[in-house]
T-cell receptor, first 113, second 109 residues
Framework: NAGVTQTPKFRVLKTGQSMTLLCAQD?????MYWYRQDPGMGLRLIHY???????AKGEVPDGYNVSRLKKQNFLLGLESAAPSQTSVYFC????????????FGEGSRLTVL | GQNIDQPTEMTATEGAIVQINCTYQ??????LFWYQQHAGEAPTFLSY??LDGLEEKGRFSSFLSRSKGYSYLLLKELQMKDSASYLC??????????WGAGTKLIIKP
């Protein structure tokens, strides 16, 4: 059972470089989320999607873009990485918005030099 | 604004009981989650409460008081493997999750 899979798990970037994080889920979930987690802070929502072809901004969307072309995939892009984007990124999915628990990927640790 | 408060760190002894508190202030309320997160790993689901009262699941129980904006997670018969961070998250009126910063629980032998 794969669940939610994130790639890559680790990445080091130089300031100004671009990259894409891929999240794939095999549970047929409608809702998908990208969070970042920094020391001493709660999970902060970057962007989310309520279904294929839809995306919406979360709490901290600046500097990130997302796409949900297929239901099972949710991509997070950094067009021009900045040191402030050094963080651990978690993708999560859930079946519905009301009571469905979130299933998280293993996380992607990104360092921007 | 919306806010979740939980203690930053707690220490307990193996075999004992510990209660981790969480208070929330959200625009509307549609339930509360507790998640466990071991260092370097993803959060994993522990419990969901939407009605007042206590939900028991093995060694872990979660309590909710909607009128007080308060929840707690109770861990019994503590084991070393329970050393982790415990995250509280409330669901607001837009069905968005508002996360606390987490409580790091240290278990000592």
């Amino acid at each position: 059972n794969a669940g939610v899979t994130q790639t890559p798990k680790f990445r080091v970037l130089k300031t100004g470089q671009s990259m894409t994080l891929l999240c794939a889920q095999d549970m047929n979930h409608e809702y998908m989320y990208w969070y970042r987690q920094d020391p001493g802070m709660g999970l902060r929502l970057i962007h989310y999607s309520v279904g294929e072809g839809t995306t919406a901004k979360g709490e901290v969307p600046d500097g990130y873009n997302v796409s949900r072309l297929k239901k099972q995939n949710f991509l997070l892009g950094l067009e021009s990485a900045a040191p402030s984007q050094t963080s651990v990124y978690f993708c999560a999915s859930r079946t519905d918005r009301d009571t469905g628990e979130l299933f998280f990927g293993e996380g992607s640790r990104l360092t921007v030099l | 604004g919306q806010n979740i408060d939980q203690p930053t760190e707690m220490t307990a002894t193996e075999g004992a009981i510990v209660q981790i508190n969480c208070t929330y202030q959200t625009s509307g309320f549609n339930g509360l989650f507790w998640y466990q997160q071991h260092a370097g790993e993803a959060p994993t689901f522990l419990s969901y409460n939407v009605l007042d009262g206590l939900e028991e699941k093995g060694r872990f129980s979660s309590f909710l008081s909607r009128s007080k904006g308060y929840s707690y997670l109770l861990l019994k018969e503590l084991q070393m493997k329970d050393s982790a961070s415990y995250l509280c998250a409330a669901i607001d009126s837009n069905y968005q999750l508002i996360w606390g910063a987490g409580t790091k629980l240290i278990i000592k032998p």
